[in-house]
C-alpha cells in the first residue's frame, strides 16, 4: 500500500484522474487529489496564480499523509512535483513525471516546449485576459486525446480552463541536494502529441529515471488507458516503495 498524490497538468483538474484513482484504490492505494487554484472547481482568477502558490500548496497535501508519498505529475504538472520535492524532500518517496516536464534548474516549460516548427502554436493559445491562456477546444481532441474514445474526448473540452500564464514561463528552482535526493521513474507516452516522445527522453538524460515505463499512449493515458497507467503506477510504487532496503 502507497500513498499516491496525483497532480494534472495544464489546463486540467483534478477531475482528469477519475478513472484511475478509484483503480488505485482497488490495488489497495490511498489516493490524494489536489485541485490547483484556478482550474478544475476552484475559481481564483489565473492572474492571481504563481509556480509557487501551486508548490506550497501540493506540499501542504503531501504533508498531512503521514508518510511518504508517489507524487505523480503530468506533462506540465512536472514542475509542480519537482518544486514540491525540493521543498519537502522527506515528505516525497519517490516522483513519477507521466509525460511530464523533468526541467532542471532554471528553465519554464515555454523554454523547453516552444518550436518554431510548431505552425500551430500560435492558434492554438489565445490570452483570456485575465492572465491565463485558453486552448482552443479544436486543439484539445488532437493534442492530448489523439488515442482517446470520443465521449472521454467530449468531457474534457467541456472541463478544461485557462491556464495560467506563470504555470508555464516560470522557471523551476530545484537542488542536486534537495530534488536530487528522492528517487525519480517516468512513464513515457508513445503517441505523445503534446509532449513528443523525443522530447520526453531528452529531458531524462540531463535527470536519468529508473524505473522507466513506456505506454503506447497518447498525452492523456489517464482517459485512453487508465488500467495500463494504473498497472505503472503500481509497478513503480513496488519496486521504490516497497522495495526491500
Not at 478513472?19 to 490524494?32: C, D, F, I, Q, T
Not at 503517441?191 to 516522445?197: E, G, L, N, R, S
Amino acid at each position: 500500500m502507497a500513498v499516491f498524490c496525483l497532480v494534472p497538468g495544464a489546463w486540467h483538474g483534478a477531475w482528469c484522474w477519475q478513472l484511475v484513482a478509484p483503480l488505485l484504490e482497488a490495488r489497495g492505494h490511498y489516493v490524494l487529489l489536489p485541485e490547483l487554484v484556478s482550474l478544475g472547481e476552484d475559481s481564483t482568477s489565473p492572474a492571481e496564480v504563481t509556480l509557487a502558490r501551486w508548490a506550497d500548496d501540493v506540499a501542504s497535501a503531501v504533508q498531512t499523509a503521514g508518510e511518504p508519498v508517489v507524487l505523480v505529475g503530468h506533462s506540465r504538472g512536472g514542475i509542480i512535483i519537482s518544486e514540491v520535492a525540493e521543498r519537502v524532500p522527506s515528505a516525497v518517496a519517490c516522483l513519477v513525471y507521466l509525460a511530464a516536464f523533468l526541467l532542471p534548474d532554471g528553465e519554464s516549460v515555454t523554454d523547453v516546449a516552444v518550436s518554431a516548427e510548431d505552425e500551430d502554436a500560435g492558434a492554438m493559445m489565445t490570452p483570456d485576459g485575465h492572465g491565463g491562456l485558453a486552448i482552443g477546444r479544436a486543439f484539445v481532441g488532437p493534442r492530448f486525446y489523439n488515442e482517446t474514445a470520443a465521449d472521454w474526448v467530449a468531457t474534457a473540452e467541456k472541463l478544461v480552463k485557462p491556464e495560467p500564464i506563470a504555470g508555464l514561463t516560470t522557471p523551476v528552482h530545484v537542488t542536486r541536494q534537495n530534488f536530487g535526493s528522492v528517487p525519480r521513474a517516468y512513464i513515457e507516452c508513445l503517441k505523445d502529441m503534446a509532449v513528443p516522445i523525443a522530447l520526453q527522453r531528452t529531458m531524462q538524460e540531463g535527470w536519468p529515471c529508473d524505473p522507466v515505463v513506456t505506454l503506447d499512449s497518447d498525452h492523456s493515458p489517464f482517459f485512453s488507458m487508465p488500467e495500463e497507467l494504473a498497472d505503472s503506477l503500481d509497478q513503480v510504487a513496488a519496486q521504490i516503495v516497497r522495495a526491500p532496503a
